[in-house]
């Protein structure tokens, strides 16, 4: 079933610019001002994972909140971020369940995530500079 309602798109719209948002305080302003990048860097490598990835992650986050917030492809965005949340959820896991708990804890990662796959199921919203190609599922072949 597709979202008839006259303001969905405008929703969908304000979603996407929230979450662009939010992804650009996290890379720009938390990781990069806040923690530093060599700071993040050393935080990865506490959990086990390459420095590298720190790197990785922040320019994902930067790059991947400014097409959110412009509307470039934000559904392919949206999706392509999504296992950059599922491993902030794993990193906060142990911390337990509330993300005011020390060192954060799960909950708001867990959102995010599912924030950006209703971003992706939803679309792009209203406003984009470049809207996304719809998933089309593969036709059955007749027999």
Same mark, same amino acid.
């Given at each position: 079933?597709? *979202?008839?309602?006259?303001?969905?798109? %405008? $929703?969908?719209? #304000?979603?996407? %610019?929230?979450?662009?948002?939010?992804?650009?305080?996290? /890379?720009?302003?938390?990781?990069? %001002?806040?923690?530093?990048?060599?700071?993040? =860097?050393?935080?990865?490598? /506490?959990?086990?994972?390459? =420095? /590298?990835?720190?790197?990785? !992650?922040?320019?994902?986050?930067?790059?991947?909140? *400014?097409?959110? *917030?412009?509307?470039?492809?934000?559904?392919? #965005? @949206? %999706? $392509?971020? !999504?296992?950059?949340? @599922?491993?902030?959820?794993?990193?906060?896991?142990?911390?337990?369940?509330?993300?005011?708990?020390?060192?954060?804890?799960?909950?708001?990662?867990?959102?995010?995530?599912?924030? $950006?796959?209703?971003?992706? $199921?939803?679309?792009?919203?209203?406003? #984009?500079? /470049?809207?996304?190609?719809?998933?089309?599922?593969?036709?059955?072949?007749?027999?």
């Amino acid at each position: 079933m597709l *979202i008839e309602d006259k303001y969905s798109p %405008i $929703a969908v719209t #304000v979603l996407r %610019i929230a979450l662009g948002t939010m992804f650009i305080a996290h /890379s720009l302003y938390l990781k990069l %001002i806040v923690f530093t990048l060599p700071g993040t =860097a050393q935080f990865f490598e /506490s959990l086990g994972l390459p =420095a /590298s990835f720190a790197y990785l !992650t922040f320019a994902l986050e930067a790059a991947g909140g *400014i097409m959110l *917030i412009l509307g470039l492809q934000a559904r392919w #965005v @949206a %999706i $392509a971020l !999504t296992p950059v949340l @599922a491993g902030a959820t794993w990193a906060h896991w142990g911390n337990g369940w509330m993300f005011g708990y020390e060192n954060g804890g799960w909950e708001y990662p867990l959102y995010l995530t599912l924030l $950006a796959l209703c971003q992706f $199921a939803l679309g792009d919203g209203r406003y #984009v500079l /470049s809207r996304s190609k719809g998933f089309v599922p593969p036709r059955r072949k007749q027999p």
